[in-house]
């Protein structure tokens, strides 16, 4: 019984450790057959002693786990691989993301290269035109000068003209304030400059004129000149104005205007100067005589009609010039009314002339010589005469002023 169990006992731990020797043969093996193997973590290296002894032997009961001291790895130790497990691990599914992938290029960039120019500068003209001086006195003369650049040519205008050069001078002598004017052309275009020179005039010589103004009535046949003229309705007037130039200069410009009362009228082709007859317009616009020499003299005559028959008017006449004051004269036209004594008011207000000029006398004892004596008489009569006269013009200016 004990015989058989031994047996038994002896053939199964021969069968078990043929199956241990398999399994860890092959899971001790120096290499990797089959290419899923990683080392065991128990493996470790084979160490020999450096002092020359003998290597342990292959068993691995006698196989140190470390090295204590004067070890070195053998020249053939090699890990210990074991099988290797593979584990499975479930991944969240994928998140889908979308992405845009631009196709790639089917050809590198191209450089273009920028196409330089060369820059040229236009030439624009230019023009620079001055004076001397800019104010001058009438009788002098001034330099223009002018410098231009990118011009072929100039021309000249207003105040002077023809063609000039493109840098130059010109003496000029304005009689008054002038302007000129220069005008260069190039290639790219032209230009302009203008300048003025101002001229002083000389002061203008003050001349004196003398005028007169007189009149008659051609109607009644009067032959004599006055500054006080009588008429009726209808009646013709003659003026006389005489202008004569008392300075030592000529008298410039010299016009004549009559100021004719409304109440006469101009008789056309009457007008005279100096005896010749001179266009009409002295009473509307004026008569031009142009210029009185130092010392001349001229006399013009001219006829209205009377349009009324009562009135005073004063008749104004006048003469302007450039180099003289402006001066006037007037005469009177009178249009007298016939008033008779008996208009005359009569009485102690009326007589009290008379009687202050009696009594004046008769207090320087001639009222005696007065009555008495032929040439008293005489004498007293022509005072009442003047006296009654007196009272006459009095009443007719009363009259006319109604």
Request: glycine share 6%.
């Amino acid at each position: 019984m004990n015989k058989k169990y031994f047996l038994f006992t002896l053939l199964l731990s021969f069968s078990f450790f043929n199956l241990s020797g398999n399994y860890f043969s092959k899971a001790l093996a120096i290499t990797c057959p089959t290419g899923n193997c990683t080392p065991h973590p128990t493996s470790y290296p084979i160490y020999s002693p450096t002092n020359n002894q003998s290597y342990y032997p292959q068993n691995s009961s006698s196989h140190p786990s470390s090295c204590t001291s004067h070890c070195a790895p053998h020249p053939t130790s090699y890990p210990i691989y074991s099988p290797t497990t593979t584990t499975t691990t479930t991944k969240p599914p994928a998140t889908t993301t979308t992405t845009t992938t631009k196709p790639p290029a089917c050809c590198p960039p191209v450089i273009i290269q920028p196409v330089v120019y060369p820059v040229y500068q236009i030439q624009t003209p230019s023009l620079d035109f001055w004076a001397d001086k800019y104010t001058i006195y009438q009788g002098e003369s001034v330099y223009l000068r002018w410098s231009s650049s990118n011009v072929h040519y100039c021309v000249a205008n207003l105040g002077w003209t023809g063609p000039k050069s493109t840098i130059g001078s010109e003496l000029v002598s304005p009689n008054t304030t002038t302007t000129y004017s220069l005008t260069c052309y190039g290639n790219n275009g032209t230009i302009t400059r203008n300048l003025t020179i101002n001229v002083i005039l000389p002061a203008i010589s003050q001349g004196e004129i003398a005028i007169s103004k007189l009149g008659r009535n051609l109607s009644t046949g009067e032959r004599n000149y006055s500054k006080t003229v009588r008429l009726k309705y209808s009646e013709i007037v003659e003026f006389y104005i005489t202008l004569t130039n008392n300075s030592p200069v000529a008298l410039n410009n010299v016009l004549v205007k009559d100021e004719l009362p409304s109440k006469f009228v101009y008789r056309i082709g009457t007008t005279k100067v100096n005896g010749l007859s001179y266009p009409d317009g002295i009473t509307f616009n004026g008569l031009n005589l142009n210029t009185l020499n130092p010392g001349e003299t001229k006399i013009i005559t001219f006829q209205a009609q009377a349009l009324t028959n009562y009135g005073t008017y004063t008749n104004i006449v006048k003469v302007n010039g450039s180099n003289f004051d402006q001066k006037t004269d007037s005469m009177i036209l009178v249009f007298p009314q016939i008033i008779d004594a008996s208009v005359v008011k009569t009485g102690s207000t009326d007589a009290l002339p008379l009687s202050l000029t009696l009594t004046s006398l008769s207090s320087f004892g001639a009222f005696y010589f007065l009555k008495t004596k032929p040439k008293g008489q005489e004498f007293l009569k022509k005072i009442e005469e003047k006296s009654r006269e007196y009272l006459l013009e009095k009443t007719r200016k009363r009259l006319l002023k109604r």
